[in-house]
């Protein structure tokens, strides 16, 4: 019959017990208790349970000295500390009346339900400290038929301070498969409750063509509770030395985030390489949010070759904004350098400043919406007075304001009308214009007028198996017929999408707008199943009073009559996607077609990108694009998985990138190996093979690498 000691402690051991306030009284309970009031010794047998403190204690026998407050338990034993998510397991103890003190014998701690630790002995001193001896630690399943771990670290003696959440090992050796791979005389590693602490972080092998073998060996610095550094050397075979480095840092009202490296090496004719790239964001006074964004480097080709980042245009940048629900003020000014052959920074705008200001309201006497926009942009070229550059350093200030006014009415067998005006005034001032007069452009003032009518009926059906949505839409846009010429500058890649089709303007900036009057159309089809899938398609034209040879063939906008325009896309649930954009003449003759796919199994995933773009001078392509881009992964069991990437250009018969990769992965440890190939080149880099290899193990800091779904499962 099983009896509570706390009541039999309170009434034959008073003494002991008065000397332990109320929060530090034991509890236990068992099948059978018996004291011995000449020795003072209390034994309890069967299922026996203790409580002190919050930790549990489980164990066949115990029998407590009451003069010596000692414990001697025999097993299985299990202690439980929730306070340290801890459990020990052991055969036998001699423990500390509090159980914070004390040897166990034949022992097994496991922190976090994670790190396993296998000791012939174990002692616990002070309630903190927990010293194992003859210890094997891992965080591998281990299974009857196959007692060998994945990864193992025997030690000759393991202290864990649970204040400090650190494991010290003694004669530290990594076992792989059961054969040592490394050897240390000391290691101090986080326990898994770690979170943050300094120390190596996951190692990464790197091979490149032009680098040779390097290994990047992280080290993580914690810096108070809002702040840390990651200092990163890395060695290669071929002499490049390189020290890379992340600083970040949280405040009150913001935060940064700076990453860098400085690299000495013999492939450019430099003392030193190296960059910065850094941002943060900032809450200010009023609503406002204030952000920054560094991005330097010292030649061309640094930071592609050594992975840090394939930009090709760097832009740093400050910016102040504030957004509510019916206004919007952002001010930003950007420095832009260009890494690509053939541009040149002095000639292409390296300072842009741009700040607006937007208010949207209801008139009470219209109704409807009015918006109110004023803009200012402005650029500056570091080409001054150079002849050679035969005008390309204008520099250029632009103040734009905008009123814009929609009201839209439905009718009672469910059309739409409504009425769209917007009148734009661009003012430029030009500094530096080009030498040649009739390309010289002056300042002056742009004024645009525009008014819509538009009409729509969405047709909605509910049937059995699906609903069915039909709209189509006609839109009147009467504006004027030319503009004064400036130099387009922000308005050279002109999409024509079912985003634009019934906007004023289908160019993307102030420096040209959409002349003439037109008449937009378009109709759209939505199918929702039931069955969880959905279909959408989009067909469009612009039918236009005049040619005014507004836009490049490219775009499919130019002529009286556009080409059409048919967007549609498959959704599959969650699993599959599939997007086809496509601008087309009567015909049939392309002038660009966009296609994207991702499709996710429980096994597999698999995304795609084709793109076909016709030449088009004006938008910096002399001839045809058409590429192919094609990333996946399969997993060919619970633990591996396969991936791949591939870039195609048609046009130049070629592969651009391709690489493959494997990765291995549970419950304890994960590896990935990949190989990639680059074969594009220029002045500053080469094509070339890279290999990386990074091996990670679980149980030390953050926890979890693997899940359930990566464990290993024992047979049998």
Not at 84 to 107: C, K, Y
Not at 176 to 185: D, I, M, R
Not at 324 to 330: A, F, L, S, T, V
């Amino acid at each position: 019959m099983r009896s509570l000691l706390f009541a039999v402690m309170l009434a034959l051991a008073a003494p002991v017990m008065a000397q332990q306030s109320p929060e530090q009284t034991a509890s236990l309970v068992a099948d059978s208790v018996t004291f011995a009031r000449d020795t003072g010794e209390l034994s309890a047998q069967g299922n026996v349970e203790v409580l002190q403190d919050g930790v549990r204690l489980r164990a066949q026998s115990i029998r407590y000295n009451g003069e010596t407050d000692r414990l001697v338990v025999t097993g299985p034993i299990y202690i439980t500390d929730p306070s340290s998510d801890t459990v020990i397991a052991a055969e036998f103890a001699e423990l500390s009346g509090d159980l914070r003190d004390g040897v166990l014998r034949s022992a097994r701690v496991v922190y976090a339900q994670q790190l396993q630790l296998a000791a012939v002995e174990l002692r616990r001193t002070e309630g903190r400290y927990t010293q194992l001896y003859k210890t094997v630690a891992s965080s591998c399943h281990i299974c009857e038929n196959n007692p060998t771990p994945l990864w193992e670290i025997r030690s000759k003696r393991v202290v864990h301070d649970a204040e400090e959440r650190q494991l010290y090992f003694d004669e530290a050796t990594l076992r792989v498969l059961g054969v040592p791979v490394f050897y240390s005389p000391y290691l101090r590693l986080p326990d898994p409750s770690v979170e943050r602490a300094s120390g190596f972080l996951v190692p990464e092998l790197r091979s490149n063509g032009d680098l040779g073998v390097g290994l990047r060996t992280p080290y993580f610095f914690t810096l108070g509770d809002h702040a840390d550094l990651t200092l990163t050397p890395w060695l290669t075979s071929k002499g490049a030395k390189t020290l890379e480095a992340r600083y970040r840092q949280k405040f009150r009202f913001g935060e940064i985030d700076l990453n860098g490296a400085v690299t000495d090496d013999n492939v450019a004719n430099l003392d030193s390489r190296g960059y910065l790239f850094a941002e943060g964001s900032f809450v200010l006074p009023r609503g406002f949010t204030g952000k920054f964004d560094v991005e330097l480097t010292s030649d061309q080709g640094y930071l592609l070759l050594y992975g840090f980042s394939d930009k090709d245009r760097l832009d740093s940048a400050i910016s102040v904004e504030r957004a509510r629900r019916d206004e919007y003020i952002g001010a930003e000014l950007i420095h832009y350098k260009s890494l690509r052959d053939e541009d040149d920074n002095k000639t292409i705008p390296t300072i842009v400043g741009d700040a607006s200001y937007i208010k949207r309201f209801s008139p009470a006497l219209l109704g409807g919406i009015a918006t109110l926009t004023a803009e200012t942009h402005g650029h500056f070229r570091r080409a001054d007075d150079d002849p050679t550059n035969e005008g390309l350093s204008r520099d250029v200030v632009r103040l734009t304001t905008a009123a814009e006014w929609r009201r839209d009415w439905v009718m009672g067998n469910g059309m739409l009308l409504a009425v769209d005006t917007a009148l734009y005034v661009d003012a430029y001032k030009i500094r530096q214009p080009r030498p040649d007069p009739v390309l010289a452009f002056d300042d002056q003032i742009e004024v645009t007028p525009y008014a819509a009518i538009e009409w729509r009926w969405p047709m909605l059906r509910q049937g059995a198996r699906a609903r069915h949505l039909l709209e189509p839409v006609v839109q009147l846009v009467i504006t004027k017929d030319q503009r004064n010429h400036v130099d387009n500058e922000d308005s050279l890649l002109v999409e024509f999408d079912e985003a634009n089709i019934f906007e004023f303007s289908r160019f993307p900036g102030a420096d040209q707008r959409e002349q003439g009057n037109r008449l937009n159309l378009g109709v759209t089809y939505t199918r929702l199943s039931n069955t969880g899938w959905s279909l959408g398609l989009t067909v469009g034209r612009i039918l236009r009073d005049d040619d005014l040879s507004q836009f490049s063939g490219s775009t499919g906008l130019t002529g009286s009559s556009s080409d059409w325009l048919v967007a549609a896309q498959l959704k599959v649930g969650e699993r599959f996607d599939l997007i086809n954009r496509a601008v087309f003449d009567d015909q049939f003759s392309f002038a660009r077609n966009e296609m994207r796919m991702s499709w996710t199994g429980d096994r597999h995933r698999l995304g795609s990108t084709f793109a076909w773009l016709e030449a088009d001078t004006s938008e910096g392509r002399d001839m045809d694009t058409s590429e192919l881009a094609i990333d996946g992964a399969y997993r060919v069991s619970r633990h591996w998985t396969l991936s791949s990437e591939l870039r195609y250009d048609f046009v130049n018969d070629r592969t651009t990138r391709a690489g493959v990769g494997v990765s291995y992965q549970n419950e304890c440890a994960k590896m990935d190996l990949s190989v990639s190939r680059r074969f594009t080149s220029s002045t500053s880099v080469s094509p070339t093979t890279d290999l990386n290899l990074s091996v990670q193990l679980a149980g030390f800091g953050a926890r979890g690498i693997g899940g359930t779904s990566f464990a290993r499962q024992c047979n049998g």
